[in-house]
């Protein structure tokens, strides 16, 4: 089964690129979806299929799956990004929903 | 515009049994392209998959809740519904329902119920 390892906290500048890690044995054989969640809220598909984003989605967001790891990328972040970030999978061989833990984006 | 949203009981005693529902709007639950999930979140913590459904599937449960879990689709009334037994206060929870797309993505949310377990 899948085990997602997710950095609790990632720190950035405005402005600077935002990289948030998910790791697993093999999670490049897989598709990776990424949500955004900000306090209070629901969580929101900010990608999937790896690296596809949902209408309304920045193209500052992007993503990519390979190896044991997948990333979501932000770029020439903003405040408005500050959020945790949580990565899912679909495991087949289980039938089911696997999150990462998540990560907690702070926008210095 | 697909929306989701939940109902049920904010206070339930230990051992006592769960239940929510979520209605749907601007989609169909017979829709055989969706599937539909319930996930939960601690006060605090990471998201948790509960399961599930579609009304053309048998439904997948999160192993880790050691078969309490009943999910069921009232098609005639467009809602959702979970069953949770026995709980503790391990189960205090927010408890969203979501629609899982083809590409197994959580892609509309509800906004969450609240659940607290607590005599």
């Known amino acids: 089964s899948y085990v997602l390892a997710q950095p609790v906290s990632v720190s950035v500048a405005p402005g600077e690129t935002a990289r948030m890690t998910c790791e697993a044995r093999?999670?490049?054989?897989?598709?990776v979806n990424w949500y955004q969640q900000k306090p209070g809220q629901a969580p929101l598909l900010v990608m999937y299929?790896?690296?596809d984003r949902p209408p309304g989605i920045p193209e500052r967001f992007s993503g990519s799956n390979s190896g044991n790891t997948a990333t979501l990328t932000i770029t020439t972040v903003e405040a408005g990004d500050e959020a945790d970030y949580y990565c899912?999978?679909?495991?087949?061989?289980?039938?089911?929903?696997?999150f990462g833990g998540g990560t907690k984006l702070t926008v210095l | 515009q697909v929306q989701l949203q939940e109902s049920g009981p904010g206070l339930v005693k230990p051992s006592q049994t769960l239940s929510l529902t979520c209605t749907l709007s601007?989609?169909?639950?017979?829709?055989?392209?969706?599937?539909w999930s319930w996930i939960r979140q601690p006060a605090g913590q990471g998201l948790e998959w509960v399961g599930r459904?579609?009304?053309?599937?048998?439904?997948n449960y999160n192993p880790s809740l050691d078969g309490r879990v009943t999910m069921s689709i009232d098609t005639s009334r467009n809602q959702l519904s979970l069953m949770l037994t026995s709980v503790t206060a391990a189960d205090t929870a927010l408890y969203y329902c979501?629609?899982?797309?083809?590409?197994?993505?959580?892609?509309?949310w509800g906004q969450g119920t609240l659940v607290t377990v607590s005599s």
């Open positions: 979501a629609s899982l797309s083809g590409y197994n993505a959580f892609d509309v």
């Open positions: 899912q999978v679909w495991d087949t061989s289980r039938e089911e929903v696997v």
């Open positions: 459904i579609s009304e053309n599937s048998s439904p």
């Open positions: 601007g989609a169909s639950l017979s829709d055989s392209l969706y599937f």
């Open positions: 093999n999670i490049g054989h897989i598709t």
């Open positions: 299929f790896d690296s």
